[in-house]
């Protein structure tokens, strides 16, 4: 046992899908060093993102609470999180801990008690992006004088890496493809993704010139968790290095996927589909039996069910008394890893795209809530046992299933909405055709928080 609350290091990743991650079974050897920390402690094979993007996301990580409660449904919040909701820092604070946040301000997710920010955006003119690098110059500072005040500490890390602009310094910009991207040999790939204006300009400003093979664009995506990966071993290193690796939980997680060359939603995170949803979750606590080594579990995890495994494990859940938390903790699942807390939830998005849904192990459904500029049907249904890559859209082929998973979304909104004594935020929303990113630095000033 340890003689103090143990540390928390929590690697929050944007923009990473499971599915591309060697741990998970991805061909490509893109994450080594967390594929060890996986193989030593306890990987969750069904951890989703049900909130997307960026905000709801990490609001839910944050405080445990499902998008109704935080009202955090889009990029662009229309108001702070609600101060009668503690975070995981303020909880933390009253059990003793230090805490620091690298990669966000401390206006919207607040309770850290230091806030670090890191240069994550470059063109291709300026690149490499060298985000990891650039992360650990602050984070390791931080690390070390935390470790040194003698109290347990939360160091709460947001990874750029895997959000384009995808630029990794080399050997990685080579790793998984070192042909010619602009070689008339090769089939043009990339039009359709020039051809849709509303991203074309800010694709453009970061692809190399003249790129025809969407291949390579895919894989500098893989290339940039090879390369963060190995900068997050750096951090790794140092907690081995200062004493404390048998007093620290470790947390890998993401806030939600990434769309590559899928259904048409180029190198973004938009789209309800299972590119975007999927996020990794690993546990790892050395020495520690309360994270079984080697265990995979098959449980169904949301963002909103972190904050209380966490503080679950970390013997912290009396600091909890009297707070409310929609998620659940997942350390049951630990060891019962054949079965799960849930099997289907709710879904949603609302940045350049509104739209929300229900996911069951077998069927996804969404509702649009306005046209699109991607034009995508006002109706979505895939059977995910038979089209798990979701090409074939059978919403007006199975109109009873259709109605049978808006009735269970709509049964589930008018329950939160009664328990909370809140709206569904979604519905505040109205995005528009009309929808453009344009620059890197206009994408950069919309992710700032």
């Not at 990669?103 to 060298?130: C, H, I, M, Q, T």
């Not at 995506?221 to 997050?232: H, N, Q």
């Not at 048998?246 to 060359?261: P, R, S």
């Not at 069951?360 to 038979?386: C, G, M, Q, R, S």
Request: charged share 25%.
């Amino acid at each position: 046992m340890p003689k103090r609350f143990p540390n928390i290091l929590m690697f929050a990743i944007d923009s990473i899908r499971r599915d591309h991650m060697s741990c998970y079974g991805y061909p490509r050897l893109t994450t080594p060093y967390f594929d060890r920390l996986a193989a030593k402690g306890t990987l969750i094979e069904n951890a989703f993102s049900a909130y997307v993007p960026t905000t709801p996301a990490y609001s839910s990580i944050l405080t445990g609470r499902d998008v109704i409660a935080t009202q955090m449904v889009s990029l662009g919040p229309k108001g702070p999180l609600d101060k009668t909701q503690p975070t995981l820092p303020e909880i933390l604070r009253q059990a003793g801990y230090t805490t620091t946040c690298v990669g966000f301000g401390g206006e919207f997710y607040r309770g850290f008690n230091k806030y670090l920010n890191f240069e994550g955006w470059v063109s291709w003119e300026d690149r490499p992006a060298r985000k990891a690098e650039n992360l650990n110059a602050v984070a390791v500072p931080a690390l070390e004088k935390m470790n040194k005040s003698g109290k347990p500490w939360l160091l709460f890390l947001r990874h750029m890496d895997p959000h384009s602009p995808y630029l990794p310094p080399a050997p990685y910009d080579k790793m998984f493809y070192s042909k010619d991207p602009c070689s008339k040999k090769l089939p043009y790939t990339m039009k359709k993704v020039y051809d849709f204006k509303p991203f074309a300009d800010f694709h453009k400003s970061w692809v190399p010139p003249g790129c025809r093979d969407a291949d390579y664009v895919i894989a500098q995506y893989d290339g940039e968790l090879a390369y963060m990966d190995a900068c997050c071993q750096r951090i790794l290193t140092r907690v081995e290095e200062l004493g404390c690796e048998e007093d620290t939980l470790i947390v890998v997680t993401g806030d939600h996927g990434e769309t590559l060359y899928d259904h048409d939603l180029h190198f973004d995170h938009h789209g309800l589909y299972e590119p975007t949803l999927v996020v990794p979750l690993i546990f790892y606590w050395a020495g520690n039996k309360k994270v079984p080594e080697g265990a995979r579990s098959k449980a169904y995890s949301l963002h909103q069910d972190l904050m209380p495994t966490v503080l679950d494990l970390c013997g912290l859940k009396r600091f909890a008394k009297g707070v409310k938390f929609d998620g659940k903790s997942n350390v049951p699942y630990f060891t019962d890893t054949e079965n799960s807390q849930r099997s289907e939830f709710y879904i949603s998005e609302c940045t350049w795209m509104r739209k929300q849904g229900w996911r069951t192990p077998i069927w996804k459904f969404w509702d649009a809530l306005e046209p699109d500029f991607h034009h995508k049907p006002p109706v979505e249904l895939y059977n995910l046992i038979e089209d798990p890559e979701e090409a074939n859209n059978l919403a007006d082929k199975e109109p009873q299933i259709v109605e049978t998973l808006r009735a269970r979304m709509n049964k589930w909104i008018k329950q939160r909405c009664r328990q909370t004594g809140k709206g569904n935020p979604i519905l505040d929303y109205e995005i528009g055709m009309d929808k453009h990113i344009g620059s890197i630095a206009t994408a950069k000033k919309l992710q700032n928080r």
